[in-house]
């Protein structure tokens, strides 16, 4: 099954938890404090990988965790950091935050890595708390949460050529004809559901992969028929062949079929007929495509290249004209991207934002939800380190321009607290 499309849940490893620990070796009188600091968790990590040919994995498994950080130990001993989570996925797919429809990364070669999901540095032992004031903290830090999102990703097959035509126009019988792949081939609209790679060999046993995307019809850029599943897949590719129906089986004028391929590739993006291509007569096998020839040989000139895919008649000459086109391109005009993944760092530009709901005053904001999360507020002396760095962050002067009163409740995630002066 080609699956080219898929949502997923990733998240880092949690960083493991700080201790707190005191020195208790004989003869070491008031040994001061000892506590180690927990490890950093693992990371969700994406690699494109050549042997994969879809997504189709993802179908079946969508919740992606990494390994969570080893808490520390006594005698100021750190915990393991925790292993990373390696997600293998195809060449050509792009990954996107689902929320934010910002690219995270394009994987175009074989062996690029992204970190998706960062995991959460590990939180410090009672030890790293030591101060000329406080010689013998008693409170350590959780570990940071890891990084958590849901992704989309989708495939956008890498191929040299791409067969552009309307349903039953032949591109499939060609594909069959020049390659060892077997689509499914009909006499009916849409036999190709799905997008289809072979590989051709030339006269002098070189080769390149071409993609028989499935029949475009007019309003594809809109999403009719479908459009929007296979658009994408053309725009990997280097030359563009438009395959027509010369012999008009359908009903439909053979130039006409032309303007609309162009008009719904242009819609959907204009630089894809800044590419080469050649116009593919099919079906020459029947005497009705003679009559179109001449129109379209003063249309295209030596741009037409035609063709029966059903008997094999000029099919040789259209591998060798292909792969000339191909051999004169430029190595940078291999794929319509950027030649390092993207990948946009989030970051959080206030530390806090206060919204009131029924009275309530909701917190949020990364910098005040991590501080939040690595506080073990069932220590005292933690819950009063907590207060002062939500101090120093301004929290309590903002509340009280939002009109906060002596026992109205603030929020911050899922914990309440009840404002005091």
């Known amino acids: 099954m080609f699956v080219d499309q898929a949502k997923i849940y990733v998240k880092g490893g949690d960083g493991g938890n700080g201790i707190v620990a005191f020195r208790r070796e004989k003869f070491v009188p008031m040994g001061g404090p000892a506590g180690g600091d927990g490890g950093r968790g693992g990371n969700v990590i994406f690699k494109a990988d050549e042997g994969l040919r879809t997504l189709i994995d993802f179908k079946y498994k969508r919740h992606f965790k990494a390994e969570r950080g080893k808490h520390g130990q006594g005698k100021n001993m750190h915990g393991a950091s925790g292993k990373d989570l390696v997600v293998k996925v195809p060449v050509g797919t792009v990954i996107k935050d689902d929320s934010s429809e910002e690219v995270i990364a394009d994987l175009t070669r074989p062996g690029q890595e992204v970190v998706v999901a960062r995991g959460g540095r590990g939180g410090r032992g009672n030890s790293r708390f030591v101060s000329a004031v406080n010689k013998a903290p008693s409170f350590a830090e959780n570990g940071e949460p890891g990084e958590e999102r849901w992704v989309r990703l989708e495939l956008k097959l890498l191929a040299d050529v791409g067969l552009v035509g309307f349903p039953n126009a032949g ?10 792949a077997r689509p499914k081939i009909a006499n009916y609209p849409f036999t190709t559901l799905v997008p289809n790679l072979g590989l051709v060999i030339t006269k002098s046993r070189d080769s390149f992969v071409v993609a028989d995307i499935p029949g475009l019809i007019e309003g594809a850029h809109e999403g009719i028929g479908l459009g929007h599943d296979f658009l994408r897949h053309i725009e990997r590719t280097r030359v563009l062949l438009f395959v027509l129906d010369a012999a008009q089986t359908e009903g439909r004028d053979v130039l006409d079929d032309y303007s609309v391929l162009r008009r719904e590739l242009e819609h959907y993006n204009p630089s894809l007929l800044k590419r080469p291509y050649l116009i593919v007569a099919n079906k020459i096998d029947l005497p009705e495509a003679w009559q179109n020839i001449e129109r379209l040989q003063e249309q295209f000139g030596d741009k037409l290249c035609c063709i029966s895919a059903v008997t094999g008649e000029g099919v040789e000459a259209l591998i060798e004209r292909t792969y000339m086109i191909l051999q004169n391109l430029p190595p940078e005009d291999v794929i319509d991207g950027e030649e390092e993944p ?74 309440e607290f009840e404002y005091s002066e």
């Open 342 to 415: 993207v990948v946009r760092r989030y970051q959080e530009k206030e530390a806090f934002r206060i919204t009131v709901v029924n009275g309530v005053y909701e917190v949020s904001g990364k910098r005040i939800e991590k501080l939040l999360a690595m506080t073990n507020l069932d220590n005292d002396e933690a819950l009063r380190r907590f207060q002062r760095a939500i101090a120093k962050m301004g929290l309590e002067e903002a509340l009280k321009e939002k009109g906060i009163k002596e026992g109205d409740t603030v929020k911050i995630k899922d914990i």
């Open 171 to 180: 591109k499939s019988t060609l594909l069959s004809r020049i390659s060892a």
